[in-house]
């Protein structure tokens, strides 16, 4: 009887505002069931999908004839501004070549180029990562990373990438006569349903040891740009994956659809097309015994949270039996033009991924340990001192240590960021600073790797404040 009602309420309304307000309106439905709870759920997603709505955003980084095909008056959303002369968008700059498959581009082998002002090259496998073979050499871990253009690094030179971070990091880490490769295979425009049939493609091509695969809160939003192209394409493009195929045909979208019409109808599809995606992911890691990890990315965006996508992305993540690495609060401590390259191109900038590395890398040294390779002691860890002097200038200050009984120890009280207030660590709060005072204390009491001297040069204090909770 009840579902007859909802479905009723639906029709007449095309909304859940009066469903929702029938049920906490009625006596006999408690605020706290699960059926207000789902609806709750849902209201709070479908919120927080149309404040990550993209406009086109992703469209125009492809082909910059699009910028403003949403909205013909040239008004952009937020802080939005149109690409100064000269910038070229991706798919005009030469970088890439089509394919009239379900991955509809693939990156130009052997690049040597600048773009927009940075370096991108590619191997002669066409990938923007160092060239490396097939067949995997002798006394070599492989990870594999698939991801879209946050991870290919869009607007960032190539060696600024964090999947070039994390390689350096490792190999730096890792025990003699072992080396680390991570094999970059992200392209941009990535879809979810492109990463599944690219990690179908590639995935068994390299003996990887781990794979890593990106996801974010913007995914909807690639997933919507991309069958939109594959729905108009001419001639027709074969779709490869049963649940998108049913997800389109649910949704009633056809060709003759307007860009707004088109996502509209595929709206309260999202969670049907992430799941097929991470069911998929799942399959594939078990059919290749390789095991697979999501890498969950903050939005590069705006500096917005998106919290219930964010759960979303988990909860599938753990129905698929599908290992996570969260680095949802890796800007945390950046404002937004630290973190993004610019308002025209709003991806992660340098900074930006080198704070994405820092998050993965503290959650790596928090586990201890890669899927068959240990990480070994703490203490090794030989930090890093190369964000820009903008990052270490933002209420922090650089440790002075003494090396007398093999710990550290402040000359001086010297201020840091709140978020770093940590009891072990004999902090204490002063105004809107933490001041940290005369104490001597091993790196062992710390996230392992982080000796104090450089606490500064963590972009995200607080990963490092929640990381020390765990030691």
């Excluded at 086109?56 to 082909?63: K, M, P, R, T």
């Excluded at 033009?337 to 900074?351: G, K």
Aim: charged share 25%; proline share 7%; hydrophobic share 40%.
């Amino acid at each position: 009887m009840l579902r007859q009602i909802i479905q009723s309420l639906i029709v007449r309304g095309g909304s859940l505002l009066p469903v929702s307000i029938f049920l906490l309106t009625s006596a006999w439905i408690a605020p706290e069931s699960r059926v207000v709870k789902m609806l709750l759920g849902r209201s709070s997603i479908e919120k927080e999908l149309g404040q990550a709505e993209t406009r086109g955003y992703y469209e125009s980084i492809l082909d910059a004839s699009k910028l403003l095909h949403r909205d013909p008056s040239g008004n952009l959303d937020d802080d939005t501004q149109p690409p100064p002369p000269g910038w070229i968008p991706f798919c005009a700059a030469g970088l890439v070549e089509s394919k009239q498959t379900h991955l509809l581009w693939r990156l130009r082998p052997n690049l040597d180029a600048r773009w927009n002002g940075t370096s991108f090259h590619s191997n002669s496998l066409g990938y923007r990562t160092p060239e490396v073979t097939l067949k995997k050499p002798p006394h070599v871990y492989r990870i594999l990373v698939f991801g879209s253009s946050n991870t290919m690094g869009h607007g960032v030179d190539d060696g600024a990438l964090y999947p070039r971070l994390l390689e350096q990091w490792l190999n730096e880490r890792v025990s003699t006569g072992l080396r680390v490769e991570v094999v970059n295979l992200s392209v941009a425009g990535e879809s979810p349903s492109r990463r599944l049939q690219r990690l179908r493609e590639e995935g068994g091509r390299y003996q990887a040891d781990w794979i890593l695969c990106d996801a974010s809160p913007l995914d909807h939003a690639l997933e919507e740009d991309h069958l939109e192209a594959i729905v108009r394409a001419s001639p027709p493009i074969e779709m490869p994956f049963e649940y998108v195929r049913e997800a389109l045909l649910r949704a009633g979208v056809t060709a003759a659809d307007s860009p707004d019409s088109f996502r509209r109808k595929l709206r309260g599809e999202h969670e049907a097309l992430l799941d097929g995606a991470y069911a998929g992911w799942s399959e594939e890691s078990n059919r290749l015994g390789i095991p697979l990890s999501l890498v969950i990315l903050p939005r590069a965006d705006r500096k917005r949270q998106s919290p219930v996508i964010a759960e979303l992305i988990r909860s599938l993540a753990r129905r698929h039996g599908l290992d996570f690495l969260d680095l949802s609060g890796a800007f945390d401590g950046l404002e937004l033009e630290q973190f993004r390259v610019s308002a025209w191109d709003r991806h992660p900038s340098a900074l930006g991924h080198r704070a994405l590395f820092h998050a993965l890398r503290s959650e790596l040294l928090r586990r201890g340990t890669l899927p068959g390779l240990p990480l070994g002691g703490a203490a090794a860890d030989p930090g890093d001192g190369n964000l820009p002097e903008a990052v270490l200038s933002r209420g922090r200050s650089i440790l002075q240590r003494m090396s007398g009984d093999g710990g550290f120890r402040l000359q001086e009280p010297i201020e840091i960021c709140p978020d770093l207030i940590e009891d072990r660590l004999d902090l204490r709060q002063t105004g809107e600073v933490a001041r940290l005072h005369r104490v001597g204390f091993h790196v062992e009491q710390l996230l392992p790797a982080v000796a104090v001297a450089n606490i500064d040069m963590f972009p995200n204090g607080d990963g490092l404040h929640r990381a020390t909770k765990h030691r």
